[in-house]
């Protein structure tokens, strides 16, 4: 059974458990490094920082047992939010937590009068790049913040996969 908890500085301990396990896990996949978040980064305040700092927080359960992470960051001045922090355990998929993360980020975004999300992904990540595209984002020319990511956005007029 699939389950999103949206959480705050409060859970803290579950982020920080969710977030190093992606960090170890696909290190390719993200900015931000384990080393980053470990040793003297490993700190309770810093955790409860960056949970206080990003206003969308969710953790996704498969069957009781943490299986992914995202955020969804404020509206921008573009008028989107940015889904940042997105990772779901190997074994969980391809059995829809991705989606379930995405989804319930885009109806958060609605929810707080965003135009559409948006995300940067590493131009070698096909594997989260094709879920991004069944979950409806649109590969755009937009340059990235890294130079190795792409942005890709899903207008909230978009319902489905895009062409």
């Keep these: 059974m699939l389950e999103l908890r949206r ?3 409060d859970d803290w301990q579950l982020w920080r458990q969710v977030r190093l396990a ?3 896990e696909a290190p390719y996949a993200f900015g931000s490094t384990l080393g ?5 980064g490993d700190a309770e305040a810093r955790w409860r920082q960056r949970l206080d700092a990003v206003p969308l927080n969710l953790v996704a359960f498969v069957d009781e047992r943490a299986a992914g992470q995202a ?4 509206v921008g001045s573009d008028g989107r939010v940015e889904v940042i922090s997105m990772w779901v355990a190997p ?6 937590v991705g989606v379930a993360l995405l989804d319930a980020i885009g109806a958060w975004a609605r929810d707080q009068g965003a135009s559409a999300v948006a995300l940067a992904v590493k131009q070698t990540n096909e594997h989260a790049i094709r879920l991004y595209q069944r979950a409806g984002f649109r590969r755009t020319t937009e340059p990235a913040d890294d130079p190795d990511e792409k942005v890709m956005v899903k207008p909230f007029d978009v319902v489905g996969p895009a062409p």
């Design 7 to 9: 959480i705050d500085s």
């Design 22 to 24: 992606a960090l170890t």
């Design 36 to 40: 980053g978040w470990t040793g003297d």
């Design 71 to 74: 955020s969804g960051t404020a």
């Design 91 to 96: 074994s969980c998929r391809g059995h829809g």
